[in-house]
């Protein structure tokens, strides 16, 4: 008689800075798994049948085929899968809401906690990078794309931009993408923070669409630098990935007063201008001694620990319930632990000032 398997229903952790020393610096909070702690929750995997996680992912990564190249340490083979539907694994391992579409609908959640798919992810991305075993992967892949001929112009560098070029270009077309800012990444790079997403990840896996032949050029508006009529004339398709960079105020009083920022123009300052190397950077942001963060998501989290990263003492206010809050839930937690302090069921009437 064969022994059963026993599940461990409880997911293995990855490690993390302490919430004291983290506060101080903008550096990475999660550290990630290692080889053994990745195969001892790749273990966890039940590798079904009809894996419902696949169905929760936005590009279909075959998720128990990856995690089986885990346990067997076939990290190569675990990147080749990772790659055959996403070329950004180790962005998208770290900001991907994985809790609300793979995880979100792992077989193991129902009895225990869902596999830990993200960081399972990041794990193989990260490890291929540092072993160089990315490299060999690119350079064979690169040797099988065959040119067809065509050319499509990509408006946007960020994360749809950046995927939708890495699947034309895998495909044979030459593939140009167009970045209104100077730097390329989109909101991996303005939006999200350090502490979350180094910028070096965002540049490294950037730096292997530029190996498979895609061509970025940055500070480049179109409409203005380069008109619509110009691409549809030089391109055989354009694929629009501009994003929602244009934030949409609430009708409040004292909305326009010194002070207050849009969540996009903070961080965008604190990101892609380094605002929180001030003096060695020379684009300071304004923080008070007390900062008020307005919203529940993911954006409110990152604006409240950056804020409280510069020196501010940070409430999040949020018109619904903390269980309501949009955040990641890991977000959430690493707000709680570091001291942004949360008022909920409020909603600001106006703003006062001088």
């Not at 990041?122 to 291929?128: E, G, I, L, N, S």
């Not at 690119?138 to 070029?165: H, R, Y």
């Amino acid at each position: 008689m064969s022994k059963k398997r026993v599940i461990n229903k409880i997911r293995v952790q990855t490690p993390e800075r302490k919430p004291e020393e983290r506060v101080k610096d903008f550096n990475e909070v999660n550290l990630g798994y290692t080889l053994e702690l990745a195969k001892k929750e790749a273990e966890r995997c039940l590798q079904c049948v009809n894996p419902l996680c696949v169905k929760g992912c936005p590009v279909s990564i075959n998720i128990p085929l990856f995690i089986s190249k885990i346990l067997e340490e076939d990290i190569r083979g675990a990147l080749e899968v990772l790659w055959s539907t996403n070329l950004l694994p180790a962005m998208t391992g770290r900001v991907c809401p994985q809790e609300i579409q793979c995880e979100g609908l792992c077989v193991m959640g129902k009895i225990g906690d869902p596999i830990n798919i993200g960081k399972l992810e990041r794990f193989v991305a990260d490890y291929a990078r540092e072993k160089g075993i990315d490299r060999e992967l690119l350079e064979e892949q690169i040797k099988n794309i065959k040119p067809n001929g065509k050319k499509v112009a990509v408006i946007g560098s960020g994360p749809a931009g950046l995927t939708c070029a890495a699947e034309l270009a895998k495909m044979g077309y030459e593939v140009v993408i167009f970045e209104a800012l100077h730097e390329p990444g989109g909101v991996t790079v303005y939006g999200i923070p350090e502490f979350r997403l180094p910028k070096e990840i965002v540049r490294k896996e950037i730096d292997n669409l530029i190996k498979l032949g895609v061509k970025i050029e940055t500070n480049v508006l179109v409409g203005k630098t380069i008109t619509f009529d110009d691409l549809k004339k030089n391109f055989d398709a354009i694929f629009i990935g501009s994003g929602a960079g244009t934030p949409k105020f609430a009708d409040w009083e004292g909305i326009n007063l010194n002070g207050i920022y849009s969540a996009n123009e903070f961080l965008t300052r604190v990101n892609l201008m380094r605002a929180y190397s001030f003096p060695e950077y020379d684009t300071p942001i304004k923080v008070g001694k007390r900062v008020a963060v307005i919203g529940g998501g993911n954006t409110a989290m990152d604006a409240a620990r950056s804020a409280l990263r510069l020196g501010a003492e940070v409430w999040i206010l949020y018109r619904r319930t903390k269980a309501e809050m949009t955040a990641r839930i890991e977000e959430i937690h690493h707000a709680e632990e570091e001291g942004v302090k949360f008022m909920f069921l409020v909603s600001p009437k106006r703003f006062i000032g001088d």
